[in-house]
C-alpha cells in the first residue's frame, strides 16, 4: 500500500536504511514489503549515470516498478538516489492516483562522509569520482514545506531510524486526495467530437432564434440548458448578414 521514498548522496547509506526498513516491516506486520531500487534493476551506476538519457530511462523502470507493486496492502520502499524534485512530485502524483499514503527518508550526509564510504567499497561498488560529485552538485535537497517532500524523516549517519513515526506515518495516516490531474479519464466515445459539434451548433442555432424576438430579461431553452439573457448587441456587417452577440447566464440545467 504505502509508500517510502529514499533519498540522498550516492553512498549516503540509502540500502542500510532500506532494508532496515524491510526487516521492521518484516517483523512487526503482515505485509509484504517490496525494496525497488538501483540494485534490484541491476543499474551500473558508472554508465548511467554518465548518461542523461540512460538516467532517464532507469528512472521511468523505476518509476514503472513502484506503480506495478502499489496496492492495498504492501509497503513498497524506492532505494535510490531520488534527487530531482520533479521526480519525487511525480512520485507524489502516482501515489495520489494509487490512493495511499507515503513519506521521504532522506540519509543526511556530507559529501566527505559519503565520498569516504565510496572510497571504502569494492572497486565494482564505487562510484567514479566525476560521477560522484555530479549527482551530489545535482542533489535538489528534499523540503518538508513542499507537499510531496512530506511527511520527512532526516536521518543522520549515527541515528536509529524512528520505525514507529515511519510506520504511524504510513499506516495511520490517510491518503492525500486525488486531483483530477492524477485521476483516470473516462473514456470518450470514438464519436465524442462529431456529438460536440453537433450539440455546439444547436445551442447556437437555438440562441440564433431566440434572439430574433428576445430581450435581455428574457430566458432561452437550450438543448440541456435554460439561459438567461443579460445583454444583448446586434449588428449589420457589410454583407448585411446579422452578427448577434449578448451575455446570457445559466438559469437552469434541463
Ligand atoms: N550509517 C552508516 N554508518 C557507517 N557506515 C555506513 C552507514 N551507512 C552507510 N555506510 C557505509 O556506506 C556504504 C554504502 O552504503 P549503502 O549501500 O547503504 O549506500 P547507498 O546510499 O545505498 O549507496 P548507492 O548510492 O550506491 O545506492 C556501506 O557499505 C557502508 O560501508
Given at each position: 500500500?504505502?509508500?517510502?521514498?529514499i533519498?540522498?548522496?550516492?553512498c549516503?547509506?540509502?540500502?542500510?536504511?532500506?532494508?532496515e526498513l524491510?526487516?521492521?516491516?518484516d517483523?512487526?506486520?503482515e505485509?509484504?514489503?517490496y525494496?525497488v531500487g538501483d540494485g534490484?534493476?541491476g543499474?551500473e551506476r558508472n554508465?548511467?549515470y554518465?548518461?542523461?538519457?540512460k538516467e532517464?530511462?532507469?528512472?521511468?523502470s523505476?518509476?514503472a516498478e513502484v506503480?506495478?507493486?502499489?496496492?492495498?496492502d504492501?509497503?513498497?520502499?524506492?532505494d535510490?538516489?531520488?534527487y530531482i524534485?520533479?521526480?519525487?512530485?511525480?512520485?507524489f502524483?502516482l501515489?495520489?492516483?494509487?490512493?495511499?499514503?507515503?513519506c521521504?527518508?532522506y540519509?543526511?550526509?556530507?559529501?566527505?562522509?559519503?565520498?569516504?564510504?565510496?572510497?571504502?567499497?569494492?572497486?565494482?561498488?564505487?562510484y567514479?569520482q566525476?560521477i560522484?560529485?555530479?549527482?551530489?552538485?545535482?542533489?535538489?535537497a528534499?523540503?518538508s514545506r513542499n507537499?510531496?517532500d512530506?511527511?520527512?524523516?532526516t536521518?543522520?549517519k549515527?541515528?536509529n531510524?524512528?520505525?514507529?513515526?515511519?510506520?504511524?506515518?504510513l499506516?495511520?495516516r490517510r491518503?492525500?486526495p486525488?486531483?483530477?490531474?492524477?485521476q483516470?479519464?473516462p473514456?470518450?466515445?470514438v464519436?465524442?467530437?462529431?456529438e460536440?459539434d453537433?450539440?455546439?451548433?444547436?445551442?447556437?442555432?437555438?440562441?440564433?432564434?431566440a434572439?430574433?424576438t428576445?430581450?435581455?430579461?428574457?430566458?432561452?431553452?437550450?438543448?440541456?440548458?435554460?439561459?438567461k439573457m443579460?445583454?444583448?448587441?446586434g449588428?449589420r456587417?457589410?454583407l448585411?448578414?446579422?452578427?448577434?452577440f449578448?451575455?446570457?447566464?445559466?438559469?437552469?440545467v434541463i
Open positions: 500500500m504505502p509508500l517510502v521514498v533519498c540522498g548522496y550516492p549516503s547509506g540509502k540500502t542500510k536504511r532500506a532494508e524491510k526487516e521492521y516491516f517483523r512487526n506486520t505485509r509484504k514489503v525494496i534490484a534493476l543499474v554508465t548511467v554518465a548518461d542523461s538519457q532517464k530511462e532507469v528512472r521511468a523505476l518509476k506503480e506495478r507493486k502499489l496496492n492495498k504492501d509497503v513498497v520502499i524506492l535510490s538516489v531520488n524534485k520533479g521526480y519525487r512530485y511525480e512520485l502524483c501515489i495520489k492516483h494509487a490512493q495511499t499514503p507515503h521521504l527518508v540519509c543526511l550526509t556530507s559529501d566527505e562522509q559519503s565520498s569516504s564510504w565510496n572510497r571504502s567499497r569494492n572497486a565494482d561498488e564505487q567514479s566525476d560522484f560529485d555530479a549527482l551530489v552538485q545535482r542533489f535538489e528534499p523540503d507537499r510531496w512530506s511527511p520527512l524523516f536521518i543522520l549515527d541515528d531510524l524512528p520505525f514507529e513515526s515511519i510506520s504511524d506515518a499506516l495511520k491518503a492525500p486525488p486531483n483530477q490531474s492524477t483516470s479519464q473514456l470518450t466515445s464519436n465524442f467530437l462529431y460536440l453537433k450539440i455546439t451548433q444547436e445551442v447556437l442555432m437555438e440562441i440564433f432564434n434572439q430574433k428576445s430581450v435581455p430579461g428574457d430566458f432561452i431553452s437550450v438543448p440541456g440548458l435554460i439561459l443579460l445583454s444583448f448587441d449588428c456587417s457589410r448585411k448578414s446579422t452578427r448577434v449578448g451575455q446570457y447566464s445559466i438559469a437552469g
